[in-house]
């Protein structure tokens, strides 16, 4: 079936240190690949996304890499603050369906 | 410009009811998109509404239902609402020059008592 799975469902790091959480898909069809951030009584927050024909994207601190060997795909958070405290789904969206299917989350929690 | 918004926030509903949730998109989005939020279940796809027309489905029965109207505002109704469906219903719109990127609004709470 169609699953996309995080590896650990919570994470703890020291502030300043970087943060790397992973997700593992299924679907070997999956094109394109959504970070999400979460925050207590919010609805989710784009962070980065990523397309199947690419292996590594940059944003402000943050970095998604994709190994579409292994059906992998990690966030990688540099200089953690308190402020990324939340949970964080991967999401995989097939291209014009409309339909995002997510992993069940990663609780990062920052430590001061 | 504005994200997306969605009303109410907070809904309390006895079993049996039926319940109205409003969304309303980014401007110039034409694709919304429903999710059910449960601790048990995660993030789970309720459908997809594009230009008016339900584009996609998920696995949800049919008390779960939904609309757009010509201005992209959507609603998703349930009926004979069960325990169970106390949940965050989330919103999401897509569309313009990053068509793919689904932005999500706030939510509504609904707790079925």
């Known amino acids: 079936g169609e699953s996309v799975g995080l590896h650990l469902p919570t994470l703890s790091v020291q502030e300043g240190d970087n943060s790397i959480i992973n997700c593992a898909y299924s679907?070997?069809?999956?094109?394109?690949f959504i970070w999400y951030k979460q925050e207590s009584g919010k609805g989710p927050q784009f962070i980065i996304d990523i397309r199947s024909n690419m292996d590594k994207r940059q944003g402000q601190r943050v970095t998604v890499l994709l190994n579409k060997t292994v059906k992998h795909l990690s966030l990688q958070i540099a200089a953690t603050q308190p402020g990324d405290s939340a949970v964080y789904f991967c999401?995989?969206?097939?291209?014009?369906?409309?339909?995002?299917?997510f992993g069940q989350g990663t609780t990062l929690q920052v430590k001061p | 410009k504005a994200g997306v918004t969605q009303t109410p926030r907070y809904l309390i509903k006895t079993r049996g009811q039926q319940v109205t949730l409003s969304c309303s998109p980014i401007s110039g989005h034409r694709s919304v998109s429903w999710y059910q939020q449960t601790p048990g279940q995660g993030l789970q796809f309720l459908f997809e509404?594009?230009?008016?027309?339900?584009?996609n489905k998920g696995n949800f029965p049919g008390r779960f239902s939904g609309r757009q109207f010509s201005n992209s505002r959507s609603e998703m109704n349930v009926s004979t609402l069960e325990l169970g469906d106390s949940a965050l219903y989330l919103c999401?719109?897509?569309?313009?020059?990053?068509?793919?990127?689904?932005?999500f609004g706030p939510g509504t709470r609904l707790t079925v008592l």
């Open positions: 999401a995989e969206n097939r291209t014009l369906t409309g339909k995002l299917i």
């Open positions: 999401a719109s897509s569309g313009g020059a990053a068509r793919d990127t689904q932005y």
């Open positions: 679907n070997s069809a999956s094109d394109y």
């Open positions: 509404y594009f230009s008016e027309t339900q584009r």
